[in-house]
C-alpha cells in the first residue's frame, strides 16, 4: 500500500458539515490538517479546535471560489505552512434553487466558479506539488447524488457535480503514474447547514422514501473520505462512491409510488 505521501491534508469549506466532520477525521488519522472557510470565521475555529483537541496543530485560511483563480492560492499557502500536501478534500461548495429558463448567465457562472472551475483549480496547484514531490497522493472531490441524477431547479449544481466526476476520471487517469489516486464521494441527503438541518441529529423515521429513512450524519461521509485518503484505498481511483442511504437505487420504485405531480413544482 502506498502511504509515502505527506500525511498533510487540505479540506476546503471545513466551517460546518462534511467539510468540519473530514477535517476532524482525517486529524484522527494523523493528518496535519489545513481548513479552509468561506464566511463563516467563527465555525471554521471551531474546527480548527476539534482538531487540536486531537493533537494537531490546524492552520486557516478564507477561501472564496467565487473568484477561483484566487482562492486555488490557498493550497500553496496552507501547505507551505504545514509542511508538505498529501491529500486534498475539496468540499467547499455551493447551489442553486431556480429554473433554468428563469436563470441569469452571472447565477449560473457563480455556480459553476465554485463547485467545478474551482476544485479543477484547486486539484491542479495540490497535484504539482504532490508530482513533484515524488511521493504521491489522493485527490478526493465531494460531489453529490447529483452528480448522476437530476434535481428541478439546480441546474447549474447538477451540471457542475456531473463535470467534477468527469474531471476526477481524467485526473486519475493523468495521476496514476505518479501515485496519486482521484475520487469522488457523492452524498445524498446529509444533516448539515447545507441541507437547512443545522447539524442536527438526523432522525430514523423521516425520510421514508430512501431505504435507510433517515438522512446522513456528516460523520459517514467523513469516514469514507478518510477511506479514500488513508494508504488502504491506494489501489482504488476514478471511482465514484455514494453515501445516500440507499436513496439512488429508488428510481423507478419512488417514481410508481408519486401520488401526484407536486415533484414538477419549485
Known amino acids: 500500500m502506498n502511504d509515502t505521501y505527506d500525511k498533510v491534508a487540505i479540506v476546503t469549506g471545513a466551517d460546518s458539515g462534511i467539510g468540519k466532520a473530514t477535517a476532524v477525521a482525517l486529524a484522527e488519522q494523523g493528518f496535519e490538517v489545513g481548513i479552509t472557510y468561506h464566511r463563516d470565521e467563527d465555525g471554521a475555529e471551531e474546527t480548527a479546535r476539534l482538531v487540536r483537541a486531537t493533537g494537531r496543530a490546524p492552520a486557516v485560511r478564507q477561501h472564496d471560489l467565487t473568484d ?24 467547499a461548495g455551493t447551489g442553486s434553487h431556480e429554473p433554468l429558463l428563469e436563470m441569469g448567465y452571472d447565477r449560473w ?7 467545478l472551475d474551482g476544485p479543477f483549480l484547486c486539484a491542479q496547484r495540490a497535484a504539482r506539488r504532490m508530482v513533484a514531490s515524488g511521493r504521491g497522493g489522493r485527490v478526493v472531490n465531494i460531489t453529490s447524488v447529483h452528480e448522476e441524477y437530476p434535481k428541478m431547479g439546480s441546474g447549474p449544481y447538477c451540471a457542475a457535480k456531473g463535470g467534477l466526476r468527469m474531471l476526477s476520471r481524467v485526473l486519475a487517469l493523468e495521476l496514476a503514474e505518479h501515485g496519486i489516486t482521484v475520487n469522488t464521494v457523492a452524498p445524498g441527503e446529509i444533516a448539515t447547514p447545507m441541507t437547512g438541518q443545522e447539524d442536527m441529529p438526523p432522525q430514523t423515521g423521516s425520510r421514508p422514501g430512501n431505504p435507510i429513512p433517515r438522512p446522513g450524519d456528516a460523520r459517514e461521509v467523513a469516514a469514507v473520505v478518510a477511506f479514500l485518503a488513508g494508504p488502504a484505498a491506494s489501489y482504488v481511483t476514478g471511482a465514484t462512491v455514494f453515501v445516500d442511504g440507499g436513496m439512488t437505487m429508488m428510481g423507478p420504485q419512488g417514481a410508481s409510488a408519486l401520488g401526484s405531480s407536486d415533484w414538477r413544482s419549485l
Open 68 to 91: 477561483p483563480v484566487r482562492a486555488a492560492a490557498v493550497v500553496d499557502e496552507l501547505a507551505d505552512e504545514l509542511g508538505g500536501l498529501g491529500v486534498l478534500v475539496n468540499n
Open 109 to 115: 457562472r457563480s455556480v459553476l466558479a465554485v463547485d
